[in-house]
């Protein structure tokens, strides 16, 4: 429990400093999103305190202290803690793994299914009311990337997905995730076993021996590929953006475009909706 307070405290540090760097610059958007990250690693640190401290004599009250202290940061805000950490659009099981390994998170796949469509109701119902919202990445058709969740306030290219972003992303969290392992004096095991599984994946990242992976070696070997890709992607990116500003309301920047099939689907099934009533009125 302390080492975890320890390294929320350091990260709630850290972001208070690039708060402070972002406001001097004037940066506002910057400002905003580390912010954001702030309160959120702040609702962690509470949440850890209450766990901690919450009365153990069983009876007390109605709910076991464990699942009272768990509400404090909600499914909502800890995806966003994962993806701020990330720095990429993800998919479910790495967001959970991350939440996981470095946040003490209460994560499961399931939870995250319907998360987006909620966000964009939300943000219909209410425009730029939230301080962020959990959104979608966008393909080269402008349309929501299946699984991939990300955050509003990133800019707009490092939302897009061309052709060569699921492998910069993926290089992108497993560098986030060997810093965030390489900061911690005595790292979690799913921390370590999160970096080993990502390591694999990356040419050069893993030594001869079976040991828990170097983070600076991991570092240098995902940093030694982006290079090869990252002029490319960035082109690409900045290309999809263009389109994105030019074509896209607010509500299709952040949550995508319908596809056509998407449109067919649904005049498919008002067309059923309508027969139905149409059948039962003729009766």
Not at 15 to 20: F, K, S, W
Not at 142 to 171: I, K, Q
Request: hydrophobic share 40%.
């Amino acid at each position: 429990m302390s080492d975890r307070l320890d390294d929320l405290e350091r990260r709630i540090d850290t972001l208070r400093a690039g708060v402070r760097r972002a406001m001097r610059a004037r940066d506002s958007a910057t400002a905003r999103t580390l912010r954001a990250e702030l309160r959120t690693a702040e609702r962690a640190w509470d949440s850890l305190v209450s766990s901690d401290t919450a009365d153990p004599t069983p009876g007390t009250h109605d709910e076991p202290a464990p699942a009272r202290s768990a509400r404090l940061v909600t499914v909502r805000e800890q995806v966003h803690q994962a993806l701020a950490m990330l720095g990429a659009p993800a998919q479910a099981r790495l967001v959970v793994a991350v939440s996981d390994a470095f946040f003490h998170g209460t994560l499961r796949s399931p939870q995250l299914t319907s998360l987006r469509r909620d966000e964009e109701r939300s943000f219909k119902g209410s425009p730029y009311n939230r301080p962020y919202y959990l959104c979608a990445a966008l393909t080269d058709r402008l349309s929501p990337a299946r699984g991939l969740l990300a955050v509003s306030t990133w800019p707009v290219e490092r939302r897009m997905v061309g052709p060569l972003s699921p492998r910069v992303d993926f290089l992108t969290c497993a560098t986030r995730v060997a810093e965030e392992v390489g900061r911690l004096p005595f790292p979690f095991p799913e921390a370590v076993r999160l970096l080993a599984r990502m390591s694999r994946n990356i040419p050069g990242a893993t030594g001869a021996d079976l040991g828990p992976p170097d983070p600076g070696r991991v570092i240098d070997a995902a940093g030694t590929e982006l290079r090869v890709h990252a002029g490319r992607d960035t082109r690409d990116r900045a290309e999809l953006a263009e389109r994105a500003a030019s074509q896209l309301n607010d509500v299709a920047r952040l949550f995508g475009a319908a596809t056509l099939s998407t449109i067919m689907n649904r005049e498919q099934d008002t067309d059923v909706r309508t027969g139905a009533r149409t059948t039962r009125g003729s009766r």
